[in-house]
């Protein structure tokens, strides 16, 4: 299937507006391809821009990326969008889908996890003779936050056992990345619950080229708490091989120069001073992650966006009416500006945004990044940095903000507007990227931190949510990283938006010695 796709900034424009307007409408989003669910649209970012007379989808997290030229709208049904993408330097078009999750687990999912589930246990049997697997089971267990995803059991030889976890041929990113957290729900419940029986241990059986995020995590938790294990393979094909995950602990990453950002903010300085005049201290101005385009916020929503550098164009408007800035629609605009400015966080919009958590947690780290120091008075504020973005092969991590101590030491602060069993582990790959960083003097390298020294101790991670919005699971699971990641709860008032507030601030991995 060949399209050409539209080419008129007015019909780019418009399909930009129809997929961002039915993005923010979902509650509850997904992107799926080839019949393959890659991305939670709660747990990724998403963007749609205008570049180079295309429309381009880019959708990431810590992950995985995805970056699609957008042809066409292929169908529009109740709760799912479907697009004509193509790759880049792709010759075909293929379809991809943004659907609400809720419209459920496709029946054929079902069955593989069925089969999946007796495959495992053939396989555990055949390599492991010696042990005797109980409880085998893929049934969800909302209660205990057991997900239905995996198969899970126990591997015993007397009074030693195992708790595993696996994972089937063909599950989303997204469900491979979660495993490691649901593996340490499983073997909590296990140790609590399981009498008689020394469980040392968590064993996690994955497909081929599915461990790398996994095994980055697995090499920052504590081996005095738990032994841990990765298999790779694809029964019945394939038997299963161990992981050295310890091998991932030297982490490659790359940091984008801040030098592109300060260029382009020089640039265009005195056009966005022109476009908001006295309310340029309101406006949040952020450079995009590749540094190619400005984008102008308000409490975390973008409302306008400034791209290219020599011919800047300049696009306003909310997402579902966005159109390109003409001389004459400078009226308009101010008109605009205002409305935005003045449209103050009411209850009914609050209660509204927690259906939309990223753009809510987006809210959440233009209040920090004004003022950081709520969180911590140490905090300096003069350096404060938000969606710091680095690369790991074809990984992507964006921390939400990094900022440092007064006496130096890094931090890393992870936001979060939802119930998340993972979120530990999700601000444990950003920790892990900026300490490589710190380790190897990047951060200054790439115009981060100028002027200051910065400590050579393992940065801190602060995780931050609204009091009553922790996962119940975030204690143990936190528990089980490595000493060297130490882990700061933060629970915030949720009249966050009227004033950062701190009900609770708690040590979860507590060091001898602190100087946070």
Known sequence: MKLSGPTRPEELNRLQGEIESFVARIPHGVVVEGEEELFDLDRSNCECRIQFGKLILEVWNPMRSLSRAVEEIAFRDPGRLGLFVRRAAGRTATILEIREAALG?????????????????????????????????????????????????????????????????????????????FGLVWLEWLRGNLDGVAIGGLRLFMPPGSTRAVAHRMAFLNPRRARFELFEGKPPEELYRRVEFRDYGNLETRLRHRRGEEKLLSRHRKLVEELLGDARGEVDIIPDTEGKALSLCVRGREFARIEGELAPRILFGMPSRRRLLREGDWAEFRRMLKRVLRNPPTRKRASAERSLPRRTELWLESVLCRDVSKINHLFDNRHVYRQVCSFAGEDRGVADILTRTRSGRLAVLELKMHEEINFPLQGLDYWMRIKWLNERRQLQRFGYFPGVELAPDPPLLYLISPAFRFHSTIDSVAAHLSPEVEVIKVGIADTWRDGVKVLFRRRIRNRAASTA
Request: net charge positive; no cysteine.
């Open 105 to 181: 687990v496709r029946p054929s999912q079902r069955v593989l996890r069925g089969e999946f589930r007796r495959q495992l246990l053939a396989a555990l049997e055949a390599q492991f003779p010696a042990w005797r697997f109980e409880r085998v089971s893929n049934r969800s267990d909302r209660e205990n936050s057991l997900s239905g995803v995996y198969t899970r059991g126990v591997a015993r030889q007397g009074r030693t056992a195992w708790a595993f976890l696996g994972a089937a041929f063909g599950e989303s990113p997204v469900n491979y990345s979660q495993i490691l957290g």
